[in-house]
């Protein structure tokens, strides 16, 4: 069992039981969801039904990270998500996660109420979300990414040559160990088989030693394995790969339908208790 350290002196226990990270897109073109909570107030309508389902964490994003994306302005992106951290901080108890890679916006996030930082480019886009993060005391998931750069044949070296680098900016910081989460970056510039194979070696990312987010939801590998196009049909699929990525050891699992990924690692949960009272 680990403990998660988070801003605004929140803590999450990381081990006993598979922790959910409700996905809240305040984008109108993400992949799956785009367009269904752009407004503060369909926003918050969806963060309190992610949080009725079950979810222990909602990560609200303001800018697509879809393959092929359009970036929109730092500007744009704050104006999207700090509306709804400040509303959901003051009309829930959620665990907030803002989902950047700008430092600036980061800051403004934390200041509204934010307690994680989820950094899609593990802290090597822009290095002073390391410095935000060490200052604000901010739970840290550092995020594996092959965008815009040559990877390593291998993928699990090629998680290991990006995660190290990540991992020793975050100390150059004075970042907390206990404020750290790495997430493996499914379907972030990796194919069908790459993904596949990271499930399958998702144990060898053990030797880390630090807790474990997994971003599988209705991802394009899902949709090559069932032959499922339609991203919103892919929940049965993600609840599988939920399943075996929780077996491996992963701890949080960043989902868009809570429900059923739920259901699914209590089956798993229920699997590693009975292994540990062997």
């Known amino acids: 069992m680990k403990h998660w350290q988070l801003a605004h002196g929140k803590v999450l226990e990381v081990g006993p039981r ?8 305040v984008t109108p073109d993400s992949f799956s969801d785009g367009g269904s909570a752009f407004e503060v107030r369909t926003a918050l309508d969806k963060a ?3 949080l009725a389902q079950g979810a222990d964490i909602i990560d609200i994003g303001g800018e697509s990270t879809r393959p092929n994306a359009e970036s929109v302005s730092a ?21 907030i996660s803002v989902d950047t890679y700008r430092a600036e916006t980061a800051q403004l996030a934390v200041e509204a109420g ?13 290095k002073d979300i390391a410095s935000i993060a060490q200052e604000t005391g901010a739970g840290l998931v550092i995020m594996h990414t092959g965008r815009e750069r040559e990877k390593l044949d291998d993928p699990i070296a090629d998680q290991f040559f990006f995660l190290e680098k990540s991992l020793q900016i975050a100390a150059e910081a004075g970042i907390a160990s206990a404020q750290i989460m790495l997430d493996p970056g499914f379907g972030f510039a990796k194919d069908q088989s790459e993904d596949i194979e990271l499930i399958a070696r998702f144990p060898s ?5 630090y807790p474990w987010l997994v971003g599988t939801s209705r991802k394009r590998f899902i949709g090559g394995v069932t032959g499922i196009e339609s991203p ?18 992963a701890d949080i699992f960043r989902v868009h339908n809570i429900g059923i990924n739920k259901q699914a690692l209590a089956i798993a949960d229920a699997i590693l208790q009975s292994k540990r009272q062997e």
């Open 18 to 25: 598979a922790l959910l990270m409700g996905i809240l897109n």
């Open 48 to 50: 309190q039904d992610l």
């Open 75 to 95: 500007k744009t992106e704050q104006a999207r998500i700090l509306p709804v951290i400040r509303v959901l901080k003051e009309q829930t108890d959620a665990i």
């Open 114 to 126: 934010a307690h994680i930082i989820n950094d899609v480019w593990g802290l090597q886009r822009e």
């Open 205 to 209: 990312l053990m030797a880390f030693d």
């Open 232 to 249: 919103q049909e892919r929940d049965v699929g993600t609840s599988a790969t939920s399943v075996a990525l929780r077996l491996a050891g």
